[in-house]
């Protein structure tokens, strides 16, 4: 049972009925471009058990294989694989292994007050119906890549598959139908000159409206968002495709291919020709 004065690194190791692969800011600092203390994956053995009284942190678990249970509405409840447990900051929340075998859990630990409400909405723990397997492995990927190489830019894009799935995973959270239908125009057509202003009258909203809400969602300025849109999309052409880098950079919207490859060095880490040099080693082994 953790109390109020329970610091985040005092449960990097929390006995002898689970095994756990964690990452924390201390050993991963990119983490805290999504408010993100800690990460990782836990496997329980009957006999676990987990309180917070007070967690100064909003977390979000998901059920991947086994079977627990969650403290919700003043009892405990079933919290198998399918499911997720979103646990606001400041309030008691508590789970335990309760089935024969290995219970296994992947987490996320948001620090910052707005970070949590992105992820976290009301007073209360919930139950929701997820998918926790995607989230799963992209935290694998960052612990082993943080344990590994530790190369900044895959780390990077790591983190960002983890905050991407924790939104998916607390859809009821995820950013109103007038932005799912704004970035999926701006998906169909990334080559088109897009400004704020259009960004928000295709939304049907005020700039200021859109400003809040796309930084609520995802972290980023409406702008940005478009930006990180372009550089995941290069990102699969440079991976899966011969074309030009000339011919990628126009196809994301960028008529100055010497542009694009600050936007995507910015954005990644690399140059986009190092990027695909990169990749294509990593599937000759």
Known sequence: MLGVLTRPHDILSIGKHTREWIVDVQTCPLLEVHHINMVGISEALPGFNFVRTSPGMSVLMASTKGRGCAYLDGKYTDFTSGMAYLMPAHVLHAYAATGRGRWRVCWVCYIDPAAQLSIISGDLPALVRAHGEP???????????????????????????????????????????????????????????????????????????????????????????????????????????????????????????????????????????????????????
């Open 135 to 285: 989230l799963d492995e992209a935290i694998y990927g960052l612990y082993r890549e943080t344990i590994n190489d530790a190369q900044p830019s895959v780390q990077r894009l790591y983190i960002e598959l983890i905050h991407e799935y924790s939104l998916r995973i607390a859809k009821d959270l995820q950013e109103d139908s007038r932005l799912i239908e704004l970035w999926r125009m701006i998906e169909g057509d990334l080559a088109r000159h897009w400004t704020l202003d259009e960004l928000a009258h295709r939304a049907g909203m005020s700039v200021e409206l859109l400003r809040v809400l796309c930084e609520k969602s995802t972290g980023r300025s409406p702008m940005k968002e478009v930006t990180y849109l372009r550089m995941q999309r290069a990102a699969i052409a440079l991976s899966s495709t011969q074309d030009k880098i000339a011919t990628i950079a126009d196809e994301v919207g960028y008529s100055d291919p010497f542009a694009f490859s600050v936007a995507f060095k910015r954005s990644m880490g690399m140059t986009p020709r190092s990027f695909r040099l990169r990749k294509r080693k990593a599937s000759i082994h």
